[in-house]
């Protein structure tokens, strides 16, 4: 999971996708990788195979969210990063999953 800056919620192009969002609760996206997820992050600030809300709006590893559930085997991990997502919107986080 990659902490957002709170910007994104005001973004046109994402209003609307977290309709249960609370102020106050964290912006992040979720996704799932094979690669240390430090290296993933860097790949993702500075472009390559990037998703462009994390390159713009990406602020740091939010390591205490993920590390107790990995690591996933590959075959569950898709599946997992939808639960995942879908748990924490319904908590009122707001979050950006590809």
């Given at each position: 999971m990659i902490r957002?800056?709170?910007?994104?919620?005001?973004?046109p192009k994402y209003s609307g996708l977290n309709p249960n969002y609370?102020?106050?609760k964290p912006c992040m996206y979720v996704g799932s990788t094979a690669l240390d997820p430090d290296a993933r992050?860097?790949?993702?600030?500075?472009g390559y195979k990037s998703s462009s809300i994390v390159?713009?709006?990406?602020?740091?590893l939010m390591?205490?969210?993920y590390e107790h559930l990995n690591p996933?085997?590959?075959g569950e991990?898709?599946?997992?990063?939808?639960?995942?997502?879908?748990?924490?919107?319904?908590k009122g986080?707001?979050?950006w999953q590809n």
């Amino acid at each position: 999971m990659i902490r957002l800056d709170d910007q994104v919620v005001n973004k046109p192009k994402y209003s609307g996708l977290n309709p249960n969002y609370r102020p106050g609760k964290p912006c992040m996206y979720v996704g799932s990788t094979a690669l240390d997820p430090d290296a993933r992050f860097k790949q993702h600030l500075n472009g390559y195979k990037s998703s462009s809300i994390v390159k713009h709006h990406g602020r740091y590893l939010m390591k205490k969210k993920y590390e107790h559930l990995n690591p996933v085997p590959a075959g569950e991990a898709e599946d997992r990063e939808e639960l995942l997502a879908e748990d924490l919107r319904g908590k009122g986080y707001w979050v950006w999953q590809n």
